[in-house]
C-alpha cells in the first residue's frame, strides 16, 4: 500500500503556550518564552535558565487529581497535548474510526525523570527501599504517557515509544506515518514529551557542556550566532493526530497538511557530537525531500532547522543542508523555533513540525531570534529577528540527536 496521511489535529504544552493558536502566535512574532527558574532552587547550579511551562493545570483537561497525583509531568503534559489534538481532529473510536484502526505512538526521550530524580534520593536515604513508591515504575516509563493515551481514547491499535534523545518526536511522527501509509492503521495520536527541567537535568546536560550559561535568559538561545554557547532546556508536549487522506475526507475532517517525505539515518560517528562533515545529516535530509517530490524550479522551501546553539551543531548543519540542496541551499528559508522556545528534547520534533505546518498553512516564515552576529561558518538565510512572509509550498523539520539519531520530515498542503 501507499496511502497519503494528512495531519487532522494538533496541540501542544510549551513555555511559548499551553496551545497552538498561542504558541504559534508567539512564534511569529518573535517572543522568547525562557526565563530563570524558579520553581526550585538554581543558586548553586551552573545554569539556571529554561522553559518551563506556565499555567498549566491538568485538570483543565479532564485529569482527575488521583491520577494526577500518581503521574510524573511529562505524563500529565503529553496527556493535555493529546487532549487538544484529538478534540480538534474530531475522532473518535468506536464512532467515526475502528478502535483497532487507531493507534498511538507518543514518545519520551528520557520518561518520568523528575520522579526518578525524587525517588532515588528516597533509596539513598533507606537503602531497605521501603519508602519507594510503588508507582514508581509504572510512572517512569518512557512508554506510560502512550499507554494512558490509549486508554484514555480507546485506541486499541499499535501503541509505541520511541526513544531517541532530540529526534524522538521526529521519528515518532515519521514511523507513524509509515504505519498509516503502509495500512497498517487508520489513525495515531503521535508526539512527544519531556519533563527535563529539573537539577539533575541541568546538572547532568551542563556538565557534558551542552547548555548555555548565559545569565539573561533572553538571550540565552542564540541559534547560529557566532556568540551562541548551547541550548536550552525546555520542558513540554506536542501531539498531533496523523490520520489516512481518504479516511479524513469522508468524514469531513480539517485538514492542516500532508506528510510527503520521511528520512532517517544514524551517523554512527559519537555520543554526543554530530558528525562533523554534515554528510549523514544530508541524507536524512535528502531522504525526506526525494518522498517530498521536491522540485528545486518550483518549490519554496522552509526549513525548521535542528538550530540547537551549540558551536558543533549549527555548523554541521550548515554543511548538511549544502550538502543535501547544493546551489538550491542558498535559497532555503531556514529559522530555529528553539530560539523562542528552547530545547523540549522528547518533544522538540513535534513542537517544530507544528510550526512547519503552521508556516506552510500562513505562507510566514517565523524569524530566529537574537541572531544580530551571524556565524560566517553558518551562511545560509536563517530569518534573522524578524519574519518574513514567502510563499512556502514544501516544509521540512529536522532533529538531530545524541546517539547520532537523524530524523526529517517533510509537508506540503493538500
Given at each position: 500500500?501507499?496511502?497519503?496521511?494528512?495531519?487532522?489535529?494538533?496541540?501542544?504544552?510549551?513555555?511559548?503556550?499551553?496551545?497552538?493558536?498561542?504558541?504559534?502566535?508567539?512564534?511569529?512574532?518573535?517572543?522568547?518564552?525562557?526565563?530563570?527558574?524558579?520553581?526550585?532552587?538554581?543558586?548553586?547550579?551552573?545554569?539556571?535558565?529554561?522553559?518551563?511551562?506556565?499555567?498549566?493545570?491538568?485538570?483543565?483537561?479532564?485529569?482527575?487529581?488521583?491520577?494526577?497525583?500518581?503521574?510524573?509531568?511529562?505524563?500529565?503534559?503529553?496527556?493535555?497535548?493529546?487532549?487538544?489534538?484529538?478534540?480538534?481532529?474530531?475522532?473518535?473510536?468506536?464512532?467515526?474510526?475502528?478502535?483497532?484502526?487507531?493507534?498511538?505512538?507518543?514518545?519520551?526521550?528520557?520518561?518520568?525523570?523528575?520522579?526518578?530524580?525524587?525517588?532515588?534520593?528516597?533509596?539513598?536515604?533507606?537503602?531497605?527501599?521501603?519508602?519507594?513508591?510503588?508507582?514508581?515504575?509504572?510512572?517512569?516509563?518512557?512508554?506510560?504517557?502512550?499507554?494512558?493515551?490509549?486508554?484514555?481514547?480507546?485506541?486499541?491499535?499499535?501503541?509505541?515509544?520511541?526513544?531517541?534523545?532530540?529526534?524522538?518526536?521526529?521519528?515518532?511522527?515519521?514511523?507513524?506515518?509509515?504505519?498509516?501509509?503502509?495500512?497498517?492503521?487508520?489513525?495515531?495520536?503521535?508526539?512527544?514529551?519531556?519533563?527535563?527541567?529539573?537539577?539533575?537535568?541541568?546538572?547532568?546536560?551542563?556538565?557534558?557542556?551542552?547548555?548555555?550559561?548565559?545569565?539573561?535568559?533572553?538571550?540565552?538561545?542564540?541559534?547560529?550566532?557566532?556568540?551562541?554557547?548551547?541550548?536550552?532546556?525546555?520542558?513540554?508536549?506536542?501531539?498531533?493526530?496523523?490520520?489516512?487522506?481518504?479516511?479524513?475526507?469522508?468524514?469531513?475532517?480539517?485538514?492542516?497538511?500532508?506528510?510527503?517525505?520521511?528520512?532517517?539515518?544514524?551517523?554512527?560517528?559519537?555520543?554526543?557530537?554530530?558528525?562533523?562533515?554534515?554528510?549523514?545529516?544530508?541524507?536524512?535530509?535528502?531522504?525526506?525531500?526525494?518522498?517530498?517530490?521536491?522540485?528545486?524550479?518550483?518549490?519554496?522551501?522552509?526549513?525548521?532547522?535542528?538550530?540547537?546553539?551549540?558551536?558543533?551543531?549549527?555548523?554541521?548543519?550548515?554543511?548538511?543542508?549544502?550538502?543535501?540542496?547544493?546551489?538550491?541551499?542558498?535559497?532555503?528559508?531556514?529559522?530555529?523555533?528553539?530560539?523562542?522556545?528552547?530545547?523540549?528534547?522528547?518533544?522538540?520534533?513535534?513542537?517544530?513540525?507544528?510550526?512547519?505546518?503552521?508556516?506552510?498553512?500562513n505562507s510566514t516564515v517565523p524569524p530566529t531570534i537574537n541572531l544580530d552576529e551571524q556565524d560566517p561558518e553558518c551562511d545560509l538565510n536563517y530569518t534573522p529577528n524578524k519574519a518574513v512572509n514567502a510563499g512556502i509550498t514544501l516544509g521540512i523539520s529536522d532533529s538531530f540527536g545524541f546517539g547520532g539519531a537523524n530524523g526529517c520530515i517533510a509537508f506540503r498542503k493538500v
Amino acid at each position: 500500500m501507499n496511502r497519503r496521511v494528512v495531519v487532522t489535529g494538533m496541540g501542544i504544552i510549551s513555555c511559548l503556550g499551553n496551545d497552538v493558536d498561542n504558541f504559534w502566535k508567539n512564534v511569529r512574532e518573535g517572543v522568547c518564552g525562557l526565563d530563570r527558574i524558579t520553581e526550585f532552587p538554581v543558586d548553586n547550579l551552573v545554569v539556571k535558565i529554561g522553559g518551563k511551562i506556565k499555567n498549566f493545570h491538568p485538570e483543565d483537561f479532564g485529569m482527575d487529581k488521583p491520577f494526577i497525583r500518581k503521574q510524573d509531568n511529562f505524563t500529565l503534559f503529553a496527556m493535555a497535548a493529546a487532549k487538544q489534538a484529538m478534540d480538534d481532529s474530531g475522532l473518535k473510536a468506536g464512532q467515526n474510526i475502528d478502535n483497532y484502526r487507531l493507534g498511538v505512538n507518543v514518545s519520551s526521550g528520557i520518561g518520568g525523570f523528575s520522579v526518578t530524580f525524587r525517588e532515588v534520593a528516597k533509596m539513598l536515604e533507606t537503602p531497605s527501599g521501603e519508602w519507594v513508591s510503588p508507582n514508581f515504575v509504572p510512572t517512569t516509563i518512557p512508554n506510560i504517557a502512550a499507554g494512558h493515551i490509549a486508554t484514555a481514547y480507546q485506541a486499541y491499535g499499535p501503541c509505541m515509544n520511541i526513544v531517541s534523545a532530540c529526534a524522538t518526536s521526529t521519528h515518532a511522527l515519521g514511523e507513524a506515518y509509515r504505519t498509516i501509509k503502509h495500512g497498517y492503521a487508520d489513525a495515531i495520536i503521535s508526539g512527544g514529551s519531556d519533563h527535563c527541567t529539573i537539577p539533575m537535568g541541568l546538572a547532568g546536560f551542563a556538565s557534558c557542556r551542552a547548555l548555555s550559561r548565559e545569565a539573561d535568559p533572553k538571550r540565552a538561545s542564540l541559534p547560529f550566532n557566532a556568540k551562541r554557547g548551547g541550548f536550552v532546556l525546555s520542558d513540554g508536549a506536542a501531539v498531533l493526530v496523523l490520520e489516512e487522506y481518504e479516511h479524513a475526507k469522508a468524514r469531513g475532517a480539517r485538514i492542516y497538511a500532508e506528510i510527503v517525505g520521511y528520512g532517517a539515518t544514524c551517523d554512527a560517528y559519537h555520543a554526543t557530537a554530530p558528525r562533523p562533515d554534515g554528510s549523514t545529516q544530508a541524507e536524512c535530509i535528502r531522504q525526506a525531500c526525494r518522498e517530498a517530490g521536491f522540485d528545486p524550479s518550483k518549490d519554496c522551501v522552509y526549513v525548521n532547522a535542528h538550530g540547537t546553539g551549540t558551536v558543533l551543531n549549527d555548523i554541521t548543519e550548515t554543511r548538511a543542508y549544502k550538502i543535501a540542496f547544493g546551489d538550491f541551499a542558498s535559497r532555503l528559508h531556514i529559522s530555529s523555533s528553539k530560539s523562542m522556545h528552547g530545547h523540549m528534547m522528547g518533544a522538540a520534533g513535534a513542537a517544530e513540525a507544528i510550526v512547519t505546518i503552521k508556516a506552510i498553512e500562513n505562507s510566514t516564515v517565523p524569524p530566529t531570534i537574537n541572531l544580530d552576529e551571524q556565524d560566517p561558518e553558518c551562511d545560509l538565510n536563517y530569518t534573522p529577528n524578524k519574519a518574513v512572509n514567502a510563499g512556502i509550498t514544501l516544509g521540512i523539520s529536522d532533529s538531530f540527536g545524541f546517539g547520532g539519531a537523524n530524523g526529517c520530515i517533510a509537508f506540503r498542503k493538500v
